[in-house]
């Protein structure tokens, strides 16, 4: 249910939004989940169902941690490999976390879980790996499969990669091309993300099982596509260059055709989450490209600005949503009076 690295907007002030008549709140205040001490700016990429967390964070010294948020606790800083960076990327319901932190000589994928640390996934003989994705299976308790990236031997290319349960890695491949990222899984394992083809300069999205290999799932016309993740029944989205890459729209992938979920009035939008209720969040550019907001988009009401579905006069602009929970919590960032934070928001019961 996923994500990147903090947002660089530069805006001029904070967006109060009143609802217009007849809106419906949906969600109860925004909670700011604050920064790591020292730090001014961050991030949330990960929330599972108990409400817990993670994304990246500036620190003391200015270096980028990631960070687990728990409501008893708030703000935990989780480390690194060595080095002086990390980012936490998805945590799944058992609360295990998954990202990339810097050792003393590279940036690697790793796992996090109790009591065993954070873990080093290594790589497929390359400098630098990330882990975006982990699964939850409800008969273990526990992740079975991590979705990433690594680079190959001699960092040649960079390649779609998975980890088992054992934390063995395997390379995905590519669609014909150089190079390829996993971004998302689900509950039975598919995979997904971005591939070049054989086409140069040609990007598609993939969907990944164990049967049938990394299968193309093309484009809205453009010469790029990017599949951020998948539900356990297997909806997809994302985002992809319209015809002639001037626009870039959010999609989803269902019954073997990709669907344009549009704008919020400008030319760019992006789907980085998708529940097991087929909710679906990102982030969308206003009429003119003014602005860049969170969206939530269903089937039954398309995509709606999150901006109008929390309570009037907040003190949030909320800049984009990169995961959402099967219960429906939402996580991303935004300008709270001026500073930009990671956000967490509740669905009203």
């Known amino acids: 249910m996923k994500r990147t690295s903090l947002i660089g907007l530069c805006l001029s002030g904070v967006l109060v939004l009143a609802l217009p008549v007849g809106a419906q709140v949906l969600y109860r205040p925004p909670i700011d989940l604050g920064t790591l001490p020292g730090g001014a700016i961050s991030n949330a990429f990960g929330v599972n169902d108990t409400s817990r967390v993670v994304g990246v964070s500036q620190a003391s010294g200015f270096f980028n941690h990631g960070f687990l948020w728990r409501k008893n606790t708030g703000m935990t800083d989780l480390g690194t490999l060595g080095g002086n960076f990390s980012s936490a990327q998805a945590i799944n319901d058992a609360t295990q976390i998954v990202g990339q932190a810097e050792t003393t000589s590279a940036a690697h994928a790793f796992l996090l879980k109790a009591p065993a640390g954070m873990q080093d996934l290594g790589t497929l003989g390359g400098s630098n790996s990330q882990a975006n994705s982990l699964n939850f299976d409800a008969a273990t308790e526990t992740a079975t499969q991590i979705a990433g990236w690594s680079l190959t031997s001699g960092n040649a290319a960079t390649h779609a990669v998975i980890w088992d349960a054992s934390l063995n890695v395997a390379d995905l491949g590519t669609l014909g091309g150089t190079n390829s990222f996993a971004f998302g899984n689900n509950c039975v394992g598919q995979v997904v993300g971005s591939s070049d083809t054989a086409v140069l300069g040609v990007s598609d999205a993939f969907v990944w099982d164990t049967v049938h290999g990394m299968q193309d799932l093309g484009t ?5 596509a990017q599949a951020s993740a998948i539900n356990c029944s297997g909806l997809i989205v994302g985002y992809s260059f319209l015809v002639g890459d001037v626009e870039t729209h959010a999609f989803l992938y269902t019954n073997g055709s990709m669907k344009d979920l549009g704008t919020l009035g400008g030319s760019l939008s992006q789907a980085n989450s998708i529940n097991d209720a087929g909710q679906v969040v990102g982030s969308s550019s206003t009429t003119g490209d003014a602005d860049t907001h969170a969206f939530l988009w ?7 600005d999150l901006n109008k579905l929390i309570p009037a006069n907040s003190g949030w602009d909320l800049l984009g949503a990169n995961s959402i929970s099967n219960n429906g919590r939402i996580v ?5 009076n001026g500073a930009q934070h990671a956000f967490l928001v509740i669905p009203v019961q």
Not at 298 to 304: A, E, L, P
Not at 332 to 336: R, S, T
């Open 332 to 336: 991303g960032a935004g300008l709270h």
């Open 220 to 224: 809205l016309g453009g010469s790029l």
């Open 298 to 304: 269903t089937r039954n009401r398309g995509m709606q």
